[in-house]
């Protein structure tokens, strides 16, 4: 076990069945609320059978990031360390915390673009962007506990509103989603990426895994995890299949808050107008954690202050927030953190052959 594992307070850590909560929580964000249309532009209505495919290959990438972790003993800075050397691990281990910070400004401007289009249009987003970061500095300043309460309190805040969506496949044709497979497996194999797109934020163990008080037991956790997560997009998937056609999937950007549209409870004219403000409690924990992991690697790395790099990121996010100013340019930074998210993914496979393959021959090398 690494120092770093054992210097760690016992009070500092978190439940092995909590893993669950921070798994999901992390890949059910703003995604979830618009990723109909991108998966069905390949696959069609063929595309929820990309969703069961992409789900089970999170769970080939999250075995292989449990058998680094457990090889290693230690987090990414760790595991760099160890397979790639002091500076070249250390450069390594930055490109993660970018990357880490990229997923929280992705979520934080894509989430206030939503509430533009569908509550405060005339919204400043700098003031969106300064009060939410001040929320989110509070809560990581708390420490991984607090984010993981966040998380814990946003997965049972949220998870009504999905059930809710369930309510409009009354008015949709369920026929919509039969097997029909009229599309070729490149097509399916391409929806597929966009599928895993929306589950960004896995890798995160990488970073929380230290702080796991039973890591062997957290694996089922997290593995059932990334399952319901599977499941909730697939049911989504479905709905909003059954309920709009190819056309107009096209053109829905939003599918899940269109669906909230329809949702008639008789108190409230717009249901979406609740499904938004309720889904802050969604989305908070899924940029603190990102933004935890982002400023914790550099504290590592360089024995720099958290806080320190934690009011740097903040400082980046908010300019950052301030110039990424239209649709156009929120739909390229999307893009661009898929593109760096699918490079995630394949580094995960290439990482951790380069991992049992050093430990392997260092092992024979002791024999």
């Known amino acids: ?6 210097s760690i307070p016992e009070n500092l850590l978190i439940s092995s069945s909590m893993v669950f909560f921070l798994i999901h929580s992390m890949q059910v964000g703003v995604g979830i609320l618009g990723f109909e249309k991108y998966i069905a532009s390949e696959a069609g209505y063929d595309a929820w059978i990309s969703i069961i495919i ?11 990031i449990y058998r680094i972790l457990h090889k290693t003993g230690g987090d990414i800075v ?8 002091k500076y070249v691990g250390g450069f390594l281990s930055i490109l993660f915390s970018l990357y880490c910070l990229l997923l929280s400004f992705t979520v934080l401007r894509t989430f206030i673009e939503v509430v533009q289009t569908w509550v405060f249009p005339k919204l400043p987003v700098w003031l969106f962007a300064a009060v939410f970061l001040l929320i989110i500095y509070y809560y990581i300043e708390g420490g991984l506990r607090v984010i993981t309460g966040a998380a814990f309190m946003g997965v049972w805040i949220g998870l009504p509103l999905l059930l809710f969506k369930i309510i409009p496949i009354r008015y949709g044709n369920v026929e919509n989603v039969y097997p029909s497979i009229d599309h070729t497996w490149v097509e399916l194999l391409a929806s597929t990426k966009f599928t895993l797109l929306s589950f960004l ?23 059932f995890g990334v399952f319901y997560t599977t499941l909730i997009y697939l049911v989504t998937a479905i709905v909003a299949f059954s309920y709009f056609n190819e056309e107009q999937l096209k053109h829905t ?7 909230w549209k329809i949702i008639d409870v008789g108190f409230v004219a717009r249901f979406e107008y609740i499904g938004i403000a309720l889904w802050v409690f969604v989305v908070i924990p899924n940029i603190c954690l990102a933004l935890w992991a982002a400023s914790s690697i550099p504290k590592r790395v360089f024995s720099v202050r958290e806080r320190h790099v934690l009011w740097l990121y903040c400082t980046i996010l908010l300019t950052a927030a301030i110039l990424v100013d239209d649709r156009a340019s929120i739909n ?12 995630f993914f394949v580094y995960v496979p290439v990482l951790f052959i380069w991992t049992m393959c050093r430990r392997k021959g260092g092992n024979e090398h002791e024999s």
């Open 78 to 85: 760790t595991v760099h360390s160890e397979a790639f050397g």
């Open 201 to 223: 934020g896995i890798g995160l163990l990488f970073v929380y895994y230290p702080f796991i008080k039973k890591k062997s037991e957290s694996k089922k956790w997290a593995h």
């Open 253 to 259: 950007t939003w599918g899940t808050v269109t669906l």
């Open 54 to 64: 992409g789900g089970a290959g999170l769970h080939l990438l999250l075995w292989m």
């Open 332 to 343: 390229r930074l999307n893009t661009f953190t898929g593109e760096i998210g699918f490079c």
């Open 1 to 6: 076990m690494s120092k770093q594992v054992s």
